[in-house]
């Protein structure tokens, strides 16, 4: 079984992040880069089909140099071997153009299941994986709770709204991993001296034959709204006093009740 688990790098979720003052972008000094967490569910459900049925993990990123060490975290965790899309003109691709990046990559080599992260929790958008099914000419499931294999096709669970919905899916798919799927596992400290000798292949534009430009464009990055300050209520001191004075300022000042 050839399996393929696509991952991003994105900023640590404890990161602070701060804007830059032209608002084109975050500042990026200081910050600790890691696996995005919901495609570290897509790895970690590989590895389990890989151990129960055989065959090979590739792990597959388009990004910056800095994006290597998120290969090798993958490899360090079990993938076989790694593909690294890697050019300045992916700097700011949106997600019909990581997507294509993705697709010229993965169609050159064997496929029976993709798996990627349901969103990246830097962009949140959630379009990659249903566009590289698209451009790829394959069926696709999303947020995906639980999954078996089936030989020519994998059953999986997709939560809907009060319910669950079972799919089965045939091969060649793919998937987008969601909470619940799995919990993944530590590299340790064999995998990680192991994954500094698993071959990684690093491919620009031209290696894979695409050209193109990002279609959807951050015009300006705005940082949220500082909070404002919070209100002590003191009323008479009693419970019933408070519990009075709260009402009274829910109703008349922030106008909820």
């Given at each position: 079984?050839?399996?393929?688990a ?46 129960k049925?055989?065959?090979e ?9 800095r ?180 009402a ?10």
């Amino acid at each position: 079984m050839n399996i393929i688990a696509c991952i991003k790098q994105v900023p640590d979720t404890e990161a602070q992040i701060k804007v830059k003052p032209d608002g084109s972008g975050i500042e990026e000094g200081g910050i600790k880069w890691v696996m995005n967490p919901y495609d570290e569910f897509g790895v970690e459900e590989a590895l389990r089909l890989k151990e129960k049925n055989g065959g090979e993990v590739t792990v597959v990123s388009v990004g910056p140099q800095r994006a290597m060490e998120t290969i090798r975290t993958a490899l360090a965790m079990g993938a076989d071997k790694g593909i690294h899309v890697c050019d300045p003109v992916f700097d700011g691709a949106d997600a019909y153009a990581t997507a294509m990046a993705l697709a010229a990559a993965i169609k050159e080599i064997p496929h029976d299941i993709i798996f990627c992260g349901q969103r990246a929790i830097d962009d949140d958008s959630g379009q990659v994986g249903a566009i590289l099914a698209e451009l790829l000419g394959i069926p696709q499931v999303t947020v995906v709770t639980k999954l078996e294999f089936a030989g020519a096709a994998v059953k999986v669970i997709r939560p809907i709204e009060g319910a669950q919905l079972l799919i089965e899916c045939p091969l060649p798919c793919l998937v987008t991993a969601q909470k619940g799927l799995n919990e993944p596992r530590y590299a340790s400290l064999p995998g990680i001296m192991k994954a500094k000798k698993k071959p990684v292949e690093v491919k620009n534009a031209a290696a894979l034959g695409i050209t193109f430009a990002a279609n959807a464009k951050i015009s300006r990055f705005v940082p949220p709204p500082a909070r404002a300050a919070g209100k002590i209520i003191c009323a008479d001191g009693t419970p019933e006093g408070k519990a009075a004075e709260l009402a009274k300022l829910l109703r008349e000042e922030a106008k909820v009740i």
